[in-house]
């Protein structure tokens, strides 16, 4: 079974500022990872995926993610953020025994501010 | 591509109605996702679709659920004698089959359910 942990559920920053949202994973095969974001009322948006090959993915808006096996992590970067980016983000793991089926941690809430 | 299309997009009712949710996928995907995302939380896995299959269902899917794709397009969600617990978003998705690597998938904006 896989499993999801986002570490922080609220991340406050101010406008320009650098972000890290973290995720940890838990899975007894190999795994494919994502990062969606969410804004209030609307369904959920990929941000990037690691599926294999580079560690490091990017993002056209300016984020990325960094696979890391041996800590199970994939934790999402970005290194000055806008008020545009507040939403809420959610990391999502699956691998090929889960039928191409998410599984979602519970979510970061990214408050920029002015 | 017009994206993933769910209707309707609020629904209230009253406990014990049945409610029905439809979802259009985007055309060229071959598979098609449930999910059911309570307030506070990440989307919980209901069910999906293969074509017109459905490959697998979650515990989470009571037999008062039911979902169907007859013709491998559009897919309906039904709950039957609906209860409190129902309130969420039930959110769809759809995705290519991929090969060796895993196709991601792309949400339509859900159907927010409240039951009254």
């Known amino acids: 079974a896989q499993s999801v942990t986002q570490l922080d559920s609220q991340v406050p920053v101010f406008e320009e500022a650098p972000v890290e949202l973290r995720c940890n994973y838990s899975?007894?095969?190999?795994?494919?990872l994502f990062w969606y974001v969410q804004y209030p009322n609307q369904g959920l948006q990929l941000l990037l995926k690691?599926?294999?090959?580079?560690?490091l993915v990017e993002s056209i808006n300016g984020f990325e993610a960094e696979f890391n096996k041996s800590q199970t992590s994939f934790h999402l970067r970005k290194p000055s953020v806008h008020i545009s980016d507040t939403a809420e983000y959610f990391c999502?793991?699956?691998?090929?025994?889960?039928?191409?089926?998410?599984?979602f941690g519970e979510g970061t809430q990214l408050t920029v501010n002015p | 591509d017009t994206g993933v299309s769910q209707d309707p997009r609020h629904k209230i009712t009253k406990r014990g109605q049945n409610v029905t949710f439809r979802c259009d996928p985007i055309s060229e995907h071959n598979r098609l996702y449930w999910y059911r995302q309570t307030l506070g939380q990440g989307p919980e896995f209901l069910t999906y679709f293969q074509n017109e299959a459905q490959l697998e269902k979650s515990r989470l899917l009571s037999d008062r659920f039911s979902a169907e794709r007859p013709k491998g397009s559009f897919s309906t969600l039904e709950i039957q004698r609906t209860e409190q617990g129902d309130s969420a978003m039930y959110l769809c998705?759809?995705?290519?089959?991929?090969?060796?690597?895993?196709?991601?998938?792309?949400f339509g904006d859900g159907t927010r359910l409240s039951i009254l």
């Open positions: 998705a759809s995705s290519r089959t991929g090969g060796t690597s895993n196709q991601p998938q792309h």
């Open positions: 999502a793991v699956s691998d090929w025994t889960s039928g191409s089926r998410l599984t």
């Open positions: 899975s007894s095969v190999s795994v494919y």
């Open positions: 690691y599926l294999s090959g580079s560690t």
